[in-house]
């Protein structure tokens, strides 16, 4: 009985204040950027204007006028669409035939993908950079496409994997019976049924592309650059510049937080793989 | 049209093989039962000729034509599953229509089928529903009507009936044994429950470990069980076994004989005892009478009411020419 008076009086007054603290404690990085963005470089140092300060438009409107934010934005949004759609397009099919028609590979082709998630990218920079130069796909939107898609095929193989062995495998079977070739029992059964799982995990895949930022800032220079390619632009050249690096960074986290903010519920389901009902 | 041959066919999983060589024959019009203990391999040998599971080698045929590297889509056959396998996504009318419009049917011709089911399975009323939103009972005639509406070359079944209460199932069965009578069509249906299979064959298959132990008309294997398996299995109650003098006397190994073959007479029986439990169901009786000089319990099935109690001295006539005699390998004499 103690036990769980206690339990209980930390779930009405601890935990609230617990999720509070570590709340506040991860979102203050970012509103500490949002706050940056709107001080001069010269105010951005000094602790005493931490709070207080004048605020200013300036390195926004630097930012549009200079390095032509739009530019970059538009790369991000077409390489993130487009690399999510063709991870699906791949993994849809691929996770089906894994889930559906198991052979004794089946187990270790999953394991296999992810096991290439373990190997440093630095590791295989020189040649990707010297083959994607000599192939003259370098700084172009397919490459970027490409190697989006690829990074992140595994995890959305293994995410939609999970869903489909979900559904139960009669329904499949039913649809074979009712005379239903390959694509239709895709078309018609899996993706209306696994429909919720595969919207999570294009979230989650637009998210990490979006997001991606060693290979796109080493693949690209200026045709296909991406937003991520923009704040690493403004970290080097002219020594360290907080306000309008925050302002560019702000500009660039800012549609993924609004794109986060609305699919909540559809991220966390996918994150935890369906395990909240 | 549909006479389904199976040649030859054989499953294995891995290493261990669940149907060895098999050879049957259901003829078209015909309601085939397959009946057997649980893991006997039933519903492996109707995936088998769904086509959903392959073979490890022979061949399945239907209607002289080779199917056995068709895929099931392309087989012509219906399935109703255990667990119904609706789409959850589709209302009753969609579930139904499905396999039509996938053989692409005009929408006019599909809605007037559907309807048309709908009607003979008592659905109208439910067409516009998801299946989460039916009993157990009618999400069953929904895969029932997903089934007929495409007049497949025959049906098959793999318990359909076993997620039902009990008194749905009577009715069901008849639904689909009516079903039977006017449509004609090749059916083939799994259970592991002998009443369902006496009921509603033409023709039972009784399969143990993947081997076909019997085929014959319920009545066959009622009075002519080939093995003491089959005697054991058809018949409810079960059969009498015993084996030593009284089997040795008849100029058999073991001898059977079936509750409702044995009098309750007054003096003078074979076989004298007490009567241990009886069971009253009001049209019958069922005594299991101990100490009649056999090591077994002797069931039988006395007709109506009868006053008999627990201790009570009892006597026992078979009716000898109902007697079954078995050999010392189990197959029958005679
Ligand atoms: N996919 C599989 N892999 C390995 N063994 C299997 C597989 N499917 C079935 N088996 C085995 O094959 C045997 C026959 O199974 P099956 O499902 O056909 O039995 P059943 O007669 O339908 O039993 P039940 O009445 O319990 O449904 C069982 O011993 C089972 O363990
Ligand atoms: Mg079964």
Redesign the pocket.
Same mark, same amino acid.
């Given at each position: 009985m103690a036990i769980v008076a206690q339990s209980s009086r930390f779930g009405t007054y601890g935990r609230p204040v617990l999720a509070w603290a570590i709340g506040l404690l991860f979102f203050f990085p970012i509103f500490w950027m949002v706050l940056t963005s709107f001080k001069t470089d010269a105010d951005a140092v000094k602790p005493e204007f931490l709070f207080t300060f004048t605020p200013t438009l300036e390195n926004y409107l630097n930012m549009t006028a200079n390095y032509d934010y739009w530019r970059f934005a538009t790369n991000s949004v077409i390489t993130s669409v487009f690399a999510t759609l063709f991870s699906l397009v791949v993994g849809i099919p691929a996770a089906y035939a894994m889930a559906f028609n198991p052979s004794r590979a089946t187990k270790d082709v999953l394991m296999w993908m992810l096991s290439t998630k373990m190997l440093p990218a630095a590791a295989v920079l020189y040649p990707m950079t010297f083959l994607t130069k000599s192939l003259g796909l370098f700084d172009t939107h397919f490459l970027v496409v490409l190697v989006l898609c690829l990074i992140n095929l595994p995890i959305v193989v293994w995410m939609l994997f999970t869903y489909f062995k979900e559904i139960p495998k009669d329904i499949i079977e039913a649809g074979k019976m009712d005379g239903v070739n390959t694509w239709g029992e895709i078309r018609e059964i899996l993706i209306p049924l696994a429909w919720g799982g595969i919207a999570s995990t294009a979230l989650l895949a637009f998210i990490f592309c979006w997001n991606e930022a060693y290979w796109t800032v080493r693949l690209t220079t200026t045709d296909a650059a991406t937003l991520s390619k923009l704040i690493e632009g403004n970290r080097a050249p002219e020594g360290l510049f907080f306000g309008r690096l925050s302002a560019v960074s702000t500009a660039a986290v800012g549609p993924i937080v609004v794109l986060g903010w609305f699919c909540q519920k559809q991220l966390v389901k996918g994150l935890t793989f369906g395990a909240v009902k | 049209m549909g006479r389904i041959v199976l040649d030859n066919v054989t499953k294995s999983? $891995?290493e !261990?093989q %669940?149907i060895p060589p098999l050879n049957l024959t259901i003829e078209d019009g015909e309601f085939a039962v397959f009946v057997?203990p +649980? $893991?006997?391999?039933? +519903? !492996?040998?109707l995936r088998m000729i769904a086509g959903l599971e392959d073979l490890t080698s022979g061949n399945i045929a239907i209607d002289d034509k080779v199917v056995t590297e068709v895929p099931p889509s392309k087989r012509g056959l219906a399935m109703v599953f255990q667990s119904y396998a609706l789409y959850p996504h589709m209302t009753v009318r969609k579930n139904i229509g499905f396999p039509l419009r996938m053989e692409k049917m005009s929408q006019a011709e599909i809605d007037k089928r559907v309807e048309t089911a709908a009607k003979s399975l008592n659905l109208t009323d439910y067409l516009d529903r998801k299946p989460g939103q039916l009993s157990g009972g009618q999400r069953q005639r929904v895969a029932i009507g997903r089934a007929i509406v495409r007049d497949p070359s025959a049906f098959l079944f793999d318990?359909p009936l076993s997620n039902l209460d009990a008194a749905l199932r009577v009715g069901m069965r008849l639904e689909i044994s009516e079903m039977h009578e006017r449509m004609q069509t090749t059916m083939i249906y %799994?259970t592991?429950d002998q009443v369902e299979a006496m009921t509603m064959a033409d023709k039972i298959v009784v399969l143990q470990a993947g081997v076909i132990e019997q085929v014959g008309t319920p009545l066959d294997l009622y009075n002519k069980p080939q093995n003491l398996f089959v005697a054991g299995f058809i018949g409810s109650p079960r059969m009498n076994f015993t084996e030593g003098e009284e089997a040795r006397k008849r100029g058999a190994h073991t001898i059977g004989i079936r509750p409702e073959h044995i009098d309750v007479v007054a003096s003078g029986g074979v076989w004298n005892g007490k009567v241990g439990v009886a069971e009253h169901l009001g049209s019958d009786t069922f005594l299991h009478v101990h100490d009649t000089g056999l090591a077994e319990t002797i069931t039988v099935r006395a007709p109506g009411e009868v006053t008999m109690k627990y201790g009570d001295r009892i006597s026992l006539a078979p009716r000898e020419d109902l007697i079954h005699r078995f050999d010392a390998q189990g197959l029958r004499i005679g």
């Open positions: - | 999983f $891995g !261990t %669940v057997g +649980s $893991g006997c391999g039933k +519903s !492996t040998l318990e %799994v592991h």
